[in-house]
């Protein structure tokens, strides 16, 4: 059954809309990507984080397309058998960057006990696809031989990331089961893009005044891809590819009043019929980009039930 919205969003989500929009943003096709970038950077970097781990470091791995930023977050427990997550972060393959959704992924390190990798992908058009993909799929190779080093069992990959991070996990995973790379063991993805989502009820009823609107999307996928014929690739589109079986157990997390909530239900239902377990955890009253509203000025209750809601689905899977 299609997820549906509640009657109006969160009484926190509303007024964070109405600051956004006093702000008097330009959107996004209104600038360049670099503009929009430093736009991004400067709603969603803080200076100091909210959550302290045993170590955060800052590494350059071998990247196909030249290196390749990687930061890594140990939350210092025991043990070598600890479940390596692989974040890719969200912001329409475009914008965004691991300083962007920093918070996010201390928070996941923090609360999983998991060390946590968060990738610094190749942004379009700069890069345009499918050269992010590839670069997610040379720091899943790297993860899979640094596991041990980061006392961490290479059998127990995780995949994640939100929105067009969401994207790659699943392409990445897509991508890993037919060219036999490393195994994943787990996705996790946060209000994904995979299909058409153009075609979907969610589009026409969120496709404005909710953050992300539908100029938006059309900008995004303007920037990412080179060639229409790439919009048909089933590595940029899973939903797209005539088999999803085998894929790792997933978690899938949507939001009512984002555009993209039909297309992440229409990804699990695709994943159930083809026998994969998927958890399915939808926010009726919130909207796309709320897994990253954990802390102030922009603290949601509902974002921090997410986080629980993914913590309690990765610790149930790896018991």
Same mark, same amino acid.
């Given at each position: 059954?299609?997820p549906?919205?509640a009657?109006?969003p969160?009484?926190d989500v509303?007024?964070?809309?109405?600051?956004?929009?006093s702000i008097?943003?330009p959107s996004?096709d209104?600038?360049?990507?670099r503009?929009?970038?430093?736009m991004?950077?400067?709603?969603q970097v803080?200076?100091?984080?909210d959550i302290e781990l045993?170590?955060?470091e800052?590494r350059?791995?071998?990247g196909?397309h030249g290196? $390749? =930023?990687?930061?890594?977050y140990?939350? /210092?427990?025991?043990?070598d058998?600890r479940?390596?997550l692989l @974040?890719?972060?969200g +912001?329409?393959w475009?914008?965004?960057t691991?300083?962007?959704?920093?918070g996010?992924?201390?928070k996941?390190?923090?609360?999983?006990?998991?060390?946590?990798v968060?990738v610094?992908?190749g942004l379009?058009?700069e890069h345009?696809f499918?050269?992010?993909?590839?670069d997610?799929?040379?720091?899943l190779?790297?993860?899979?031989?640094?596991a041990d080093d980061l006392?961490?069992d290479?059998?127990k990959?995780?995949?994640?990331g939100?929105?067009?991070?969401?994207?790659?996990?699943?392409? $990445? =995973?897509?991508?890993?089961?037919d060219? /036999?790379?490393?195994?994943i063991a787990?996705?996790l993805?946060? @209000?994904?893009?995979t +299909?058409?989502?153009?075609?979907?009820e969610?589009?026409?009823?969120?496709g404005e005044?909710y953050m992300?609107?539908?100029d938006d999307?059309?900008?995004?996928?303007?920037?990412?891809?080179?060639s229409?014929i790439?919009?048909?690739?089933?590595y940029?589109?899973?939903?797209?590819?005539y088999d999803?079986s085998?894929?790792?157990?997933a978690?899938?997390i949507?939001?009512?009043f984002?555009?993209?909530?039909?297309d992440g239900?229409n990804l699990?239902?695709?994943l159930?019929?083809e026998g994969v =377990?998927?958890?399915?955890?939808?926010?009726?009253?919130?909207?796309h980009g709320f897994?990253n509203?954990?802390?102030?000025?922009v603290?949601l209750?509902r974002a921090h039930?997410?986080h629980?809601?993914?913590?309690?689905?990765?610790h149930?899977a790896?018991?």
């Open positions: 059954m299609t549906s919205s009657d109006e969160h009484p509303q007024a964070f809309l109405e600051l956004y929009e008097d943003t996004f209104e600038v360049s990507a503009e929009a970038r430093e991004f950077d400067e709603m803080t200076e100091e984080p045993e170590s955060v800052d350059i791995i071998d196909p290196d $390749l =930023s990687i930061r890594i140990d939350p /210092g427990t025991d043990g058998d479940p390596l @974040y890719f972060h +912001g329409g475009v914008i965004g691991i300083d962007t959704h920093d996010a992924c201390r996941l390190a923090a609360d999983t006990g998991y060390p946590v968060s610094d992908y379009a058009p345009p499918p050269e992010g993909l590839e997610c799929y040379a720091a190779e790297w993860a899979a031989d640094a006392d961490a290479p059998e990959l995780v995949v994640a939100d929105s067009a991070g969401g994207n790659l996990a699943a392409g $990445l =995973s897509l991508l890993a089961r060219r /036999g790379g490393p195994e787990y996705q993805l946060i @209000y994904p893009s +299909g058409k989502v153009t075609e979907t969610a589009y026409e009823e969120n005044g992300l609107t539908k999307m059309a900008w995004f996928r303007g920037h990412l891809f080179e229409e790439d919009q048909g690739n089933i940029a589109m899973p939903q797209l590819a999803l085998d894929l790792p157990p978690t899938v949507t939001a009512g984002d555009p993209l909530r039909d239900a699990v239902e695709r159930e019929n =377990s998927v958890a399915h955890h939808h926010y009726d009253d919130m909207i897994f509203m954990i802390s102030e000025p603290n209750d039930e997410a629980d809601d993914a913590v309690a689905d990765l149930s790896f018991e």
